[in-house]
């Protein structure tokens, strides 16, 4: 799998079948072996998560249901900004990366992460993040 350098979207395989649509990942399709996959439900009201980067995780986003913006800041200081709504398409992005979010009530993320989870491998304070070393 080819590691990709910057966010982006990631179009799904998407077909229609039996009075409604099926996409999927296999093979290739996200740029690194997935470790860990989790999902975040139930919100209750518009709501902001995130507020962190991963030291040394890539992670691809999946909104199954409802709507999430995301907001992306690199150690460069480029800034990305995308809207999910659409489960046929994914967001990938690499380590090192400021990650806001603001969802939907209702909405249903569902995350691919490299690594499995640590405690210690989030950057939880902007300053320390801003501090880091400019290369991925």
Known sequence: MKKRELPGIIQLPETVAKGGKLSFIEGNHIPFLVKRVFWIYDIKAETERGG???????????????????????????????????????????????????????????????????????????????ALDHEV
Request: glycine share 6%; aromatic share 12%; hydrophobic share 35%.
């Open 52 to 130: 962190h980067a991963h030291i040394n995780a890539d992670q691809v986003l999946i909104c199954l249901q409802g709507h999430v913006h995301i907001d992306l800041e690199s150690t460069r200081g480029d800034r990305y900004s995308f809207d999910l709504d659409d489960p046929s398409r994914a967001l990938y992005f690499p380590r090192q990366h400021w990650l806001n979010m603001q969802c939907a009530q209702g909405t249903i993320l569902m995350v691919l992460a490299s690594n499995e989870y640590n405690e210690n491998g989030y950057i939880k304070d902007y300053k320390d993040f801003k």
